[in-house]
């Protein structure tokens, strides 16, 4: 009689297990089914695949927005920015002219006079050089920078610093060929 209890006890205990898999199974199925609508509200907000082939005209867009303030509202997401070297940007970038085109700023940093474009980096024994066209047409020539953080073809805007000096940098600027003042090229 022992026997025959334990050979049920082990049938039990088999069809319990099949039981929870069978509903995991389904609970899993369903949420599959859930998450694939979900995605697809947020593809196609208009619906616009419903409407073509079955004629059903919906729209998600206030279902998107309750979700995304509800996902928001659970979970903090910052998203950091493809460029890692971000910089605090100033609108106002001064110079502090010395004497034959020599220059200082606030700080030990280059930054830019307006939006630009570097043309070239160049490295002369200890320090380094740089050309940089600016958007207003002038064409700038950096010289005496002991380290500089961007590279060729690298695309900055007003204030970006792009270069570090230790007393004092070099600049000379051109515009249409001919060689200009800081107070024309910051114009």
Known sequence: ?????????????KENKGRILSFLSL???I????????IYMKK?????????????SVNFKTFNNKVNSLVNSLFKFEFENKKNNDQLVSNSVMYIP???NMFTSEDTSVSMLHDG???GVYQDNDSYSLLVSYNN?????????NEVIVKQYDELNKGEKFASYQ?????????????ISYNEAII
């Open 44 to 56: 196609d907000e208009n619906g616009k695949f419903l409407s073509e082939n079955f004629g059903i």
């Open 167 to 179: 007393d004092s940098f070099k600049v000379l600027f051109k515009k249409e060929g001919k060689l």
């Open 1 to 13: 009689m022992m026997h025959i209890n334990q050979i049920r006890n082990r049938i039990n205990k």
């Open 31 to 38: 949420l599959s089914l859930i998450l694939g609508g979900m």
């Open 27 to 29: 609970l899993m199925i």
């Open 98 to 100: 010395l004497e034959n």
């Open 117 to 119: 474009v570097i043309l």
């Open 137 to 145: 047409g002038v064409v700038a020539s950096y010289s005496s920078l």
